[in-house]
Structures are given as C-alpha cells and as structure tokens.
C-alpha cells in the first residue's frame, strides 16, 4: 500500500488548513482500513493526532486538537483528510498519514500501523 499526503503549508495562527492522503497499490478495499494521521517535531517521538476506523464509523482524536481537526474518508477514492481549523503555532510539525489493515483498538501507537506516507509540513506562525 502506498500513501501519498499533501495539503502542508504555512498558514497564520487562526488559520485553516486541510490535508488529504490517498492510498493506492491495497488489494483489499479501502473501507478495510483503519486511517490516521501523526504528527511529529524534531527530537520528539512521532504524535497520534486523529484516526478513522476501518468501518468509517467512530473517530478518534488526541485532546489538543478536539473541536478544531475532523478527520474524515472518502472510500471511493481511497482518500482520508484531516480538516485542521483554528490553527496553533504549537501545531508545526511533520504530518504523517498511516494506515493498517482492520481496525487496532491501540489505535494510538504508531507501533500498530503498517504503511505510511512520506509526510507534508505544516508550519503555523503567529
């Protein structure tokens, strides 16, 4: 499976940016994976920001970016975005897609997930 992220950019604090992944290369349907986006800054381990069960069902996402990030997918094509509004300059970081096959309820360990993409920066000055 191969994950291309785009959508990174520099934006003003308050601003609104919004980041898409596209998976291509499964041999299972899109709708069987589980979805996420990390972030991670230098020197610091890689951050669990939202994720998106295999059954497009729940939504998860870490406390410091509830009611300002919605994660959302689109299967039919093969697409997962993180709407990122109300932008911190606590924000900037590398932001990473991830997907693994089936749900995990250890959804937020980067340890579960399989494929990743190659990231996009997201620099939030202010």
């Known amino acids: 499976v191969q994950l291309q992220a785009s959508g990174g950019g520099s934006v003003q604090a308050g601003g609104s940016l919004r980041l898409a992944c596209q998976a291509s290369g499964h041999t299972a349907s899109f709708r069987a994976y589980g979805m996420a986006w990390f972030r991670q800054t230098p020197g610091k381990e890689r951050e669990f920001v939202a994720a998106s069960r295999s059954d497009g069902g729940m939504k998860y996402y870490t406390d410091s970016v509830k009611g300002r990030f919605t994660i959302s997918r689109d299967n039919a094509k093969s697409t997962v975005y993180l709407q990122m509004n109300s932008l911190k300059p606590e924000d900037t970081a590398v932001y990473y897609c991830?997907?693994?096959?089936?749900?995990?309820?250890?959804?937020?360990?980067?340890?579960?997930?399989?494929?990743w993409g190659q990231g996009t920066l997201v620099t939030v000055s202010s």
């Open positions: 991830a997907a693994r096959l089936y749900w995990s309820v250890t959804y937020a360990s980067s340890r579960v997930f399989d494929y």
